[in-house]
Structures are given as structure tokens and as C-alpha cells.
């Protein structure tokens, strides 16, 4: 019989459809692998860059009404760096995503290949970060620019790349379709929603950046959104992104036209039984609705 939970992406197999999204707990290979162990279907690295960047200043993280705003400033040891210490760990038994981060289009392709070198199994392209100079968003928010570096990426690798998008333009599906049209095999949708707080008494910005990326449940409608409007326009697979905390988060983005989905800040307030509890649930409702696979409800409010 098959597994009604298991998926594929682009050629990943993976036994469920939960991710580790990028940039909580992918900081070393023996974190990867306690995620992997505790049930997630495939781990995202932190965005790990051409050389080792320390990023801004403290405060880096804010809890707010609905998650969290973060503005770390890409810190990470360095693509080569960072890679050894996972090849030495070698025990994460789910695919490896990496994701990264460069300046222009040549970048973004050397660290792809330095990855793909160091054996990882797919690549996410970071062109979404809300806050970063240079990189990021400012290049994700202009077609013209993602198809360029999907298009750069694909012409050297021959692994699956899936690019990762911002919300904080005004066209999302124009973006998705751009990076389709570059080559990427899958969207993940969404990255944070640029967001700010500000400390009242002392009429102070609260991070050292000042201006963040928003996280957690409060932006789940915004990312249902995003997946829904992408999946009329894209044939590639969508990976869901944006406060996915309960199975009924994760079967509401699969029913927007999501194949799999990524969990980030849910891990900080329910910990890494999270993957579990969506997994489990997510099983539980394929078998009282009669579905025989988890496939079969991917795009399924498009029909009505
Ligand atoms: C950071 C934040 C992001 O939302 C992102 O996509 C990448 C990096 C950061 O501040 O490090």
C-alpha cells in the first residue's frame, strides 16, 4: 500500500509533507538532524552566504502580538564553513536544502555549486530576506531580476532549486511565474512580512536594524493568500510558508496549492513535537475524508 503521507518535489522524495523552514535551528548539521529525528520531511539551513557575515546589531528578535519580527542581518559562518560541519554530522536521514544568499546573479551560482560539491540535495534561492541591502528582497521583488538568477543557478547545477519569494510586493504570482520561466522547480512561498515595533516609553525602534521581518500565525492569511493566487499561474510545485503551526494550517495551504509545507517560528512556541502533531493530524484527516493520498487535496479549493 502506499504511503498517503510521502511527496515529491522536483524529484525529492520525502516521507511527509513537513520542512524545517530556513532560518530557525538550521544553524549546524547536529541541529538538522535533531529536527530530521523529531519528524520533519526535509530541513532548510539557515541563508548561508559566500563568506562569513556577522549581521546587525542586538536586539535581533521581538515577540509580538502573532509571532515574532526578526531582523538578524544574514549572520552565518560562510558557505564552506558551514558545509564541512554538516558533512561531519552525516546522519540527517531526510534531503538537505540549502539555502542561500548573494549580491549578483555570478554569486548566487558559485555558492550553488559549492553546495551541490558538498553533496546537499536541493538549493533554496533567498531572494526575499525584507531587510538586507543588496540582496534579498531587492532582488526578489523585480521579475527581470529572479528569472536572471534562477537562469544563472540552473545553468550550472543540475539539482532541484526552489526560489523562495517575498510578500512585500505588489504581484507575487508575476514573481513566481518569472522564476518559472528561469528554470526553478518549485516556489516557496512565503518569506516574512517587513514589520516594525516600537518600544512606547522610550519612543524607540526596538531592533538593532530597526525594521524586521514578520513571522508566525499573524501572517498566515497573508501566505494562504500568496499560494492561492501563485497556484493559478504556475505549473512548478508550491511549498507553503507563513505561521503554519497546526495540521489545519498545513491542510489549508495544501487546499490553496501547496505540495508541501515549512515550519519555522511554531518551533519556538510548541517546540520540535511539531512536525509530529502536523504530520500525525494531517494523516488522521486524509483517512476520515476518505483521501488515499495527502496529493489529492493539493489545489482542492480551486474547485470551488
Ligand atoms: C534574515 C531574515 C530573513 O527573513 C531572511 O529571509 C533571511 C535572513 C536575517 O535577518 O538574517
Redesign the pocket.
Known amino acids: 500500500m502506499v504511503n498517503p503521507l510521502t511527496v515529491e518535489i522536483a524529484g525529492l522524495k520525502l516521507a511527509n509533507p513537513t520542512m524545517l523552514a530556513?532560518?530557525i535551528l538550521g544553524m549546524s548539521g547536529l541541529t538538522l538532524e535533531r529536527v530530521a529525528e523529531a519528524g520533519a520531511g526535509a530541513v532548510v539551513t539557515?541563508?548561508l552566504g559566500l563568506k562569513s557575515r556577522s549581521?546587525?546589531t542586538n536586539p535581533?528578535v521581538v515577540q509580538v502580538e502573532g509571532g515574532l519580527i526578526?531582523?538578524?542581518?544574514?549572520?552565518?559562518p560562510g558557505i564552506e564553513y558551514f558545509l564541512q560541519g554538516v558533512q561531519q554530522t552525516r546522519e540527517v536521514k531526510v534531503p538537505i536544502i540549502v539555502?542561500i544568499?548573494a549580491f549578483s546573479p555570478e554569486d548566487f551560482a558559485l555558492i550553488a555549486k559549492k553546495a551541490l560539491k558538498m553533496g546537499v540535495d536541493a538549493l533554496e534561492l533567498?531572494v526575499?530576506?525584507?531587510?538586507?541591502e543588496g540582496t534579498?528582497?531587492e532582488i526578489g521583488q523585480d521579475p527581470r531580476l529572479v528569472e536572471e538568477v534562477v537562469k544563472e543557478v540552473k545553468r550550472g547545477v543540475d539539482k532541484p532549486v526552489f526560489v523562495?519569494l517575498?510578500p512585500n510586493v505588489v504581484n507575487i504570482a508575476e514573481i513566481a511565474k518569472a522564476a518559472e520561466k528561469g528554470g526553478a522547480d518549485a516556489i516557496t512561498a512565503i518569506?516574512?512580512v517587513k514589520a516594525m515595533a516600537i518600544d512606547v516609553e522610550t519612543a524607540k525602534p526596538i531592533l538593532g536594524?530597526k525594521i524586521?521581518?514578520l513571522?508566525g500565525p499573524a501572517i498566515k492569511p497573508i501566505a494562504v493568500r500568496c499560494v492561492y493566487e501563485i497556484y493559478d499561474e504556475v505549473k512548478i510545485p508550491i511549498i507553503g510558508c507563513g505561521g503554519i503551526s497546526t495540521w489545519q494550517d498545513a491542510v489549508e495551504f495544501m487546499e490553496a496549492g501547496a505540495s508541501a509545507v515549512q515550519t519555522g517560528t511554531a518551533i519556538a512556541t510548541k517546540g520540535l513535537n511539531v512536525f509530529k502533531q502536523v504530520t500525525d493530524g494531517i494523516e488522521a484527516f486524509l483517512e476520515k475524508k476518505g483521501f488515499g493520498s495527502v496529493k489529492e487535496i493539493v489545489g482542492l479549493s480551486h474547485q470551488n
Open positions: 530556513a532560518g539557515k541563508s549581521g546587525y535581533t526578526n531582523a538578524m542581518g544574514l549572520p552565518n539555502s544568499y533567498n526575499s530576506c525584507p531587510h538586507a534579498g528582497a523562495k517575498t518569506n516574512t536594524n524586521g521581518g513571522s
